[in-house]
Structures are given as C-alpha cells and as structure tokens.
Nanobody
C-alpha cells in the first residue's frame, strides 16, 4: 500500500522560508516521478513542481527561482524548499505520484503566508 505523508507546513511571514517533506512508503521510491501540488482556498489545484526518478525537475512559472524540489532516494523522501514566500503561496500542499494508472496523494500540509 503506497502511503505519502507530508510535513513541514505552518505559518510564515512574507519573505520567509519553509521546507516541506513528503515521506513515501510501499513503493520503489527511486523509480517514480514525484510531484507537489497546491490548492488555495476557492481555487483549483495546481502543479507546483515535479521531479523524476533521475532528478529532472520542472516548476510552475509562479514559483520558478523561489522554490526548489529535491529528493533523497535513500530516505524515500521528496522535499520542497520554499523561499521568498508570498501571501499568494498560501495553500494546502500535497505530494503525489503515479504508479501505473493509479495516482496516490498525501493528505497535505497547510502553508499560510501572512504577517
């Protein structure tokens, strides 16, 4: 059973930083692309960033230059380092992966950017 558990969210002031973690289990982690999505109140869920098993990355335009995705295959964990946070980054952040035709999601972690 694939499980994804996010952590690291919280309240941060504009301009601050947070690092999110997503611990995976029940899968051969290094083989699969991992993604971070976010959903702000009243908005659709959007892709923030993804990283392949080989370490290739992609980012939404809105976070390029501020967020960095990485993975530690020995720890079965994917990270999202978020710098220069803005109020519009406030959302529930969830990690996801696809195995075959099935998508797996964590429960998410709330990031609130506010002064």
């Amino acid at each position: 059973q694939v499980q994804l558990v996010e952590s690291g969210g919280g309240l941060v002031q504009p301009g601050g930083s947070l690092r999110l973690s997503c611990a995976a289990s029940g899968m051969t982690f290094s083989m699969y692309t991992m993604g971070w999505y976010r959903q702000a109140p009243g908005k659709q869920r959007e892709l923030v960033s993804g990283i392949t098993g080989a370490g290739n990355t992609n980012y939404a335009d809105s976070v390029k230059g501020r967020f960095t995705i990485s993975r530690d295959n020995a720890k079965n964990t994917v990270y999202l380092q978020m710098n220069s946070l803005k109020a519009e980054d406030t959302a529930v952040y969830s990690c996801t992966t696809r195995l075959g035709s099935l998508d797996y999601w964590g429960k998410g972690t709330l990031v609130t950017v506010s002064s």
